[in-house]
């Protein structure tokens, strides 16, 4: 069986993210064509609706603005995506850039504020730990250049 990729559902164009918007990404979708994807939502998995108040890390939690805690949500919706990329035999995952749950790299600090700071979201955390390479959507492009 040859490996999938994992993708976050949104640069599919799926409606999911917090606003209720999806972030296709043309670009992604043509250089994909003919592959194996799987497509996931770590935040949506985890039972959060859609649309949804924006959440941002702020150490080892993720809250939302107004202070809610929804790390558990972010952690159950991370690992049953985990799970169904190790079932598909994924080896890689491109992922929303800056998300608390998909962002790889960077990710907004947790003040609302737009700072970013060095950091992966609780999805890609998991997926680095099962040894599941991960980019941003933003580094894709180069790294298809060079695959």
Do not use: W
């Amino acid at each position: 069986m040859s490996d999938s990729i994992i993708i976050s559902a949104c640069l599919l164009g799926e409606a999911c993210r917090f606003d209720g918007q999806g972030k296709a990404r043309a670009e992604i979708i043509e250089l994909l064509a003919g592959r194996e994807v799987l497509a996931v939502c770590p935040e949506v998995e985890g039972g959060l609706p859609i649309p949804r108040p924006p959440a941002e890390i702020k150490g080892n939690s993720v809250l939302r603005e107004n202070g809610e805690d929804v790390t558990k949500a972010f952690e159950m919706g991370a690992e049953k995506c985990t799970s169904a990329g190790l079932a598909a035999n994924a080896s890689l995952a491109i992922l929303k850039s800056r998300s608390p749950a998909c962002g790889c790299g960077q990710v907004y600090d947790g003040s609302f504020s737009k700072t970013l700071i060095s950091g992966d979201g609780i999805f890609t955390r998991l997926l680095k730990q099962k040894g599941i390479e991960c980019i941003s959507d933003e580094q894709f492009l180069a790294y298809s250049d060079n695959h």
